[in-house]
């Protein structure tokens, strides 16, 4: 697709030179004959003809190649951006995440469009008009020389610097996109919060302190590079003018040749001011695209080895052994814990908020990987296998159900892959949400809105319990099935996760501040600054007089109340 800015830049001079071949044959002192002029007409006719078929050659193959290309781009950075870490998705906002896998896209079709049209063409035929010159005066191509070498460094350093503005305003938007999409994600906290107009001046305040700020130091600053581009071309142009008129006195060049630079040296000036302005233009874009790129180059910081093998459950024994674990601020959560889970049991964990049950569960679950020790499973150390393969062999409840826009079947039925309509019906059923759904207009095809806003908490409760039956996985997680719910609606979902609880085949782990829900657990670990405090059946711990015995003591249906930390 190349080869049209390069017929492209010769075109121009042939039209020039065949002006030029014109003009000497007009001036001559004998009217020329149409056999005189058929050269002049010949190139001027045929260089029209193949460039335009160029183009259009240029065009068709851009067609047909582009679109794949499109689409393979946002195929592999979606590919990357879900491969990444855990602490990735919690340290990064989504709107930017979208937001700069949008600008990739349009980032590569600016960067084709301006390297195709607006950056090969110029270049293409500055060069080739520069070496026209040689045809007439070797005086004149000196001239435009030394003039490009000075003209293209002051410039080319004016257009870096654009550069780097650009991309400096360019972060900053993705910053306030970042904002907006999670004030959208998060519109109903601004209802109830009346937080509107104070999000709203948040917003504000960002985009004039800094994106604003941004992109005027970036527009004044390629207001003067145009000015310092003006004095040039100008100087250029006069100086040429009277060095021609010089040339003509002397009688060292024709009158051709002296249409011939002057309209290849307007040439040149459309030519260095498309390619200057372009390049700034070009870069901005770049800095976009960069921006846009940056999220491809971040690291994927896999915690999986290469090669890993793909891990089979059978009986669902877990084992974490000499577990030691910090976050990435330091903040130390378990030193050296042992803990054994037996095949079938079904384990409960307590204890106040950041005592490290959740972590427990996403250091099972490969979110994040130990400092030192092992998690073992069956007898598998799971740091030798795949995350997928041993998180399709997992079920999670969490406290906070996150739906997919689409049909509340498909909500379902994303427990298990290719699962039935009768597979997704019954799963309902045990769920306690079958009636439900069949009550709505367009039953299990209803959408339920982003994140499934249109349903209620325990709805969507009942269909991340319906997804963890069809699932039907060896081990069960719940992770604050039913915190967020209120006493009438938990005592509903309670009867359905019984019914999960209850099949002796299944390892489960329970994480729960309502005590209630776990007194009929096999055991319960009563977990305190990352270490295990007590270990033992409800009736045990009560017997014990222990930290499980004051939490049970001071709960009030089912809460524990926030003096306990204090009492503890």
């Given amino acids: 697709m190349i080869q049209a800015p390069i017929i492209s830049s010769f075109y121009k001079v042939a039209n020039a030179f065949s002006l030029k071949l014109l003009v000497d044959a007009f001036n001559k002192n004998q009217v020329p004959q149409y056999l005189d002029l058929l050269l002049p007409i010949s190139l001027f006719i045929g260089a029209i003809l193949f460039m335009e078929m160029a183009w259009r050659v240029s065009h068709f193959a851009w067609m047909k190649s582009q679109p794949f290309v499109r689409i393979d781009i946002t195929s592999k950075a979606y590919e990357h951006i879900s491969n990444s870490s855990y602490q990735f998705f919690q340290n990064t906002h989504s709107g930017s995440i979208v937001s700069k896998i949008k600008g990739l896209v349009a980032g590569y079709n600016n960067f084709w469009f301006s ?10 035929e ?37 550069s780097k503005l650009a991309k400096e305003t360019t972060d900053s938007q993705h910053k306030s996109i970042g904002l907006i999409a999670d004030n959208v994600t998060n519109i109903f906290s601004l209802f109830s919060f009346a937080s509107r107009s104070r999000e709203l001046k948040k917003i504000n305040n960002f985009l004039q ?34 060095f021609l008129i010089h040339l003509r006195r002397i009688d060292a060049v024709t009158i051709g040749d002296f249409v011939f630079v002057m309209t290849l040296s307007v040439f ?51 084992i974490f052994q000499n577990i030691s674990f910090a976050y990435e601020d330091g903040e130390k959560i378990f030193d050296n814990l042992n803990l054994h889970i037996k095949a079938g049991e079904k384990v409960g964990l307590v204890g106040h908020s950041g005592t490290g049950k959740s972590t427990l569960v996403s250091l099972l679950l490969k979110n994040f990987k130990p400092d030192s020790g092992a998690i073992i499973i069956d ?27 689409r049909s509340i ?7 298990k892959e290719n699962s039935t309509q009768a597979e997704i019906e019954e799963a309902a059923k045990m769920a306690n949400i079958h009636e439900f759904i069949t009550s709505l207009p367009n039953g299990y095809k209803t959408y339920v809105g982003e994140r499934g806003i249109k349903l209620s908490g325990g ?71 990352g270490k295990i405090a007590e270990d033992g059946s409800h009736e045990e711990l009560l017997k014990a007089n222990g930290y499980y015995q004051k939490m049970w003591n001071m709960q009030a249906g089912g809460f524990l109340k926030e003096s306990l930390r204090e009492n503890a």
């Avoid at 590079?225 to 040429?240: C, D, E, P, Q, R």
């Avoid at 995350?387 to 996150?402: F, G, N, V, Y």
């Fill in 268 to 318: 040149l000036i459309d030519n260095t001011w498309a390619l200057v302005s372009e390049i700034g233009d070009f870069l901005g874009k770049m800095g976009d695209f960069k921006s846009s790129f940056s999220i491809l180059q971040n690291k994927i910081d896999s915690i999986e080895k290469p090669n890993a093998k793909d891990l089979k459950i059978q009986k669902g024994e877990v």
């Fill in 409 to 415: 079947g498909e909500n379902i039925g994303y427990g």
């Fill in 209 to 242: 302190s800094d994106t604003a700020k941004k992109e005027y130091a970036w527009i004044k600053y390629e207001l003067k590079m145009a000015f310092v581009g003006i004095f040039f071309y100008t100087s250029m142009l006069i100086s040429l003018l009277f």
């Fill in 126 to 162: 500055i060069l080739v008009t520069i070496s026209a010159l040689v045809l007439i005066n070797l005086k004149l191509f000196f001239f435009m020389v030394i003039w490009c070498a000075v003209f293209f460094p002051v410039m080319l350093k004016m257009s870096f610097k654009v």
């Fill in 115 to 124: 390297a195709h049209h607006r950056l090969a063409n110029p270049i293409l």
């Fill in 379 to 405: 007898n598998q150390n799971i740091d030798e296998f795949s995350s997928d393969s041993l998180r399709l062999q997992i079920a999670l409840i969490p406290q906070d159900t996150l739906l997919f826009h």
């Fill in 459 to 529: 709805q969507r409760q009942r269909v991340a319990i319906a997804r963890a039956m069809l699932k039907n996985a060896p081990i069960l997680i719940l992770d604050e099935a039913t915190s967020s719910l209120d006493s009438q609606t938990e005592r509903h979902i309670q009867t359905s996760l019984n019914l999960l609880i209850a099949d002796t085949s299944k390892t489960v782990i329970a994480i729960a501040h309502r005590l209630s829900i776990l007194k009929n657990l096999d055991r319960i670990i009563v977990l305190d600054k």
